[in-house]
């Protein structure tokens, strides 16, 4: 499913408000940079995020898609199986948005009540199909693992906790760890810890034994600045908060990341 190309599938999760958004566009950033890379974002964050911070604008999301042909099986009028997944295939592409190297897809709200189970699973058949076609995917989650799995794609490769300095936080990413391990499968899971002001304050904190420690991300006006004034993330200046991402990545292990310089890293 993951597909012979895609290198890695990476899940950013953790407690609302923590990063997960910010960190997303920034691992895009640096795929991108690279032309040579083929990327796709995903949005699976009903709370929505990564599309303002990538500046996308988004017209139709897989939820519209599934509650069009959720309308369209009530009223009987979906034809048979082929017919149904030859129109999924033909709404879904419309949903892709595609720039350079870049695709964008987003997931939208939560589901609606009912189980639709074959519309989903059809879906996410799609969505798998998709993937393939591309080196990364970048999915920006909601709290835990299991809703990807449910509505985006069954497996990720490398799942990324995010927290600020809060115990509320690092408690929240442990569970979802957990949980992941029990539940889904991965490659490679780290923490990151989010908007650290200075490193005396990391010692603060206890760090979960059993995640691995991927690095702390400053705290960066120009990733404040960029949110207020609801800049594309992809255009910002180089940054503390971006090589802070780019050397979590190296941790991690993703491929692609491992090099000692990355395109436009300064030296
Ligand atoms: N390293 C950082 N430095 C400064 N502000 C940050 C940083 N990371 C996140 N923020 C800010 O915190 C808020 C929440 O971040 P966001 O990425 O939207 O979280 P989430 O997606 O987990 O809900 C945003 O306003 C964002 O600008
Ligand atoms: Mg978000």
Known sequence: MSGKKTKAIISLCGKGGVGKTTVSALIVKALIEDPSKRVLAIDADPA???ATALKINVKTTVDDIRNQFIELLEKGGAGDRDQVLGLLDYEMTGALHEKDNLAFLSIGRSETDGCYCQVNDLLKDIIGAIAENFDYLVIDAEAGVEQVNRRVLEKV???ILISDLSTKGIKAAETIFSVAVKAVGFDKAGLIINRVRDQEEMKRITLPSNIAFLGSIPEDSVIRNADIEEN???TIES????????????ALGVAGFNTTTLPGEGS
């Open 239 to 250: 940054t503390p908060a971006y090589e802070a991402v780019k050397r979590a990545m190296r």
């Open 48 to 50: 929505v995020g990564l």
């Open 232 to 234: 594309n993330f992809l």
């Open 157 to 159: 490769t490398h799942l």
